[in-house]
Each structure stands twice: as C-alpha cells, then as structure tokens.
C-alpha cells in the first residue's frame, strides 16, 4: 500500500482538548442554571460535533435527580440557548486547557520533512480548528483544516474524507486517515481509504481496540518508523 498524504483528526489525535470542551461546557450549563458535568460525561460526548456534545450533556443533566424535564427544561428548549453560551465560552477559552499530545511534533515534522500533504479533518467547528492549531503551533503543518461545519454532513459519513482527498489531488485508497475513535473508523471504511487509530483518544467511553483498523498505535510517531508503515511491520 502506498500513502500518498495523510488526514489527521485533532479532538484526542492531534491535542488532549477535554480540558477546554469541560470548561467551555460547564460555563455554558452554569448560565442555564443547570448543575456542573463531569469529565466523564463530557468525554463520552465528545467526538460527533458541537451540537451533538451539547444535547447530549444537557440530556444527561436534566436526567440528575432534582432536575425537572418540564416548564421549559427540554433539551429542544435550551438547545438554542445552549449554543450561543457555548460558542461564545469555547472562543474565550480556546486551547488554554488543553495540550499537544506527546509524539505528535515529531511525527508532524517527520511526515512533512518526507514531503507528505497533510490535512487536519476535524468534526470541530472550522474556526475553532483553525484557532486551536495555531494557538498549539501546528497549523502550519497542514495544507487544508476542514471542520464540522465545512461540508454537508460530518463524520462517521464519508463525504468529508472523499472531500478532503479530492482537495489534496489523491485518491481515498492511498489517503491514510488517522483518528481516535469508530466515527473516524466508519468514515474511513466508507469512503475506501486505509485507517490507523490512537489509543490515548476518546471514542465515546469504548476500547477503541475493538474498533478494526490497520494499526492501534500508543504515539504517532509509530505510525512509520523512518523505513516502513506500522502496518507493514505488524500487518493489519
């Protein structure tokens, strides 16, 4: 198999960025007088877009005995509300409780030095990818940053990567996507291009090992070696 470029997710692959969608959450729930989530809940959230980690931390906070789901406490009702708070707390706080994941740098340098195209395909909104990656010094390592937002559906539906791959001028089956979670997985499985998974990531609370994928690697700089792909070494 031959790569040709690669297509990086940033949520749990690129950055630990649990930290600011906690924040960013939390604050939001504060102002719609609702009680504080914890990192678990928000973790299990994370992964298909802002409006899916929204509804579903409001439905498990209006689930907590003492809440109410009447009299406006829906989370149809707040939703809207809901995301206007949060859009306007993760832009404060954007990168400033999160952290590059150790191995990424080397490995980024490493595939660009290899002349490797590179694109940053995310489920976040695209401005705040944009932010995060040159907040995290990392932008500049990619040819294209696409979002949630940037095309009609998101990821696990193929339409991104086939997107992506059309602008990096190759072709899915020699595009390797990497990623942290079966969404990234089913994405890539529909759309025909080779899959490598993190371990480190969030994947909804699952054992990302039992999603299949060429390789589950604890760094990314075990993705290739300097000589050999880690799939050619280990076999799928």
């Known amino acids: 198999m031959t790569i040709q470029a ?9 950055v630990h960025t649990l930290g600011d969608f906690a924040a960013a959450i939390n604050r939001m729930l504060g102002d719609l007088d609702l ?35 009447c009299a406006g406490r829906s989370v149809d009702n707040l939703y809207e509300p809901a995301w206007l708070r949060y859009q306007y707390h993760y832009a404060q706080i954007n990168g400033q409780f999160s952290e590059v994941y150790p191995g990424v740098v080397p490995a980024l340098q490493a595939w660009q ?9 995310t489920n976040k909104p695209v401005v705040f990818a944009n932010d995060l990656l040159k907040a995290k010094g990392l932008h500049g390592f990619f ?26 001028g190759r072709d899915p089956a020699h595009t390797l996507m990497v990623g942290d979670s079966r969404n990234d997985a089913q994405a890539a499985d529909a759309a025909g ?10 994947n909804h609370g699952e054992p990302i090992q039992a999603v299949p994928a060429l390789a589950h690697v604890d760094d990314c ?3 290739h070696d300097g000589q050999s792909w880690v799939w050619q070494r280990t076999g799928p």
């Open 35 to 69: 009680p504080a989530a914890s990192t678990e809940v928000v973790a299990h959230a994370v992964g298909q877009g802002s409006a899916h980690l929204i509804r579903s931390v409001i439905d498990h906070q209006l689930g907590l005995p003492g809440q109410q789901r």
């Open 193 to 202: 291009c080779p899959m490598v998974l993190v371990t480190y990531g969030y």
């Open 113 to 121: 030095n290899r002349g490797m195209p590179m694109a940053c395909l």
């Open 143 to 168: 040819q294209c940053v696409f979002g949630g937002d940037s095309f009609a559906r998101k990821k696990p539906d193929p339409l991104p990567l086939l997107e992506t791959c059309r602008v990096l």
């Open 6 to 14: 690669i297509m990086i997710d940033l949520d749990g692959t690129l």
């Open 221 to 223: 700089q075990h993705i």
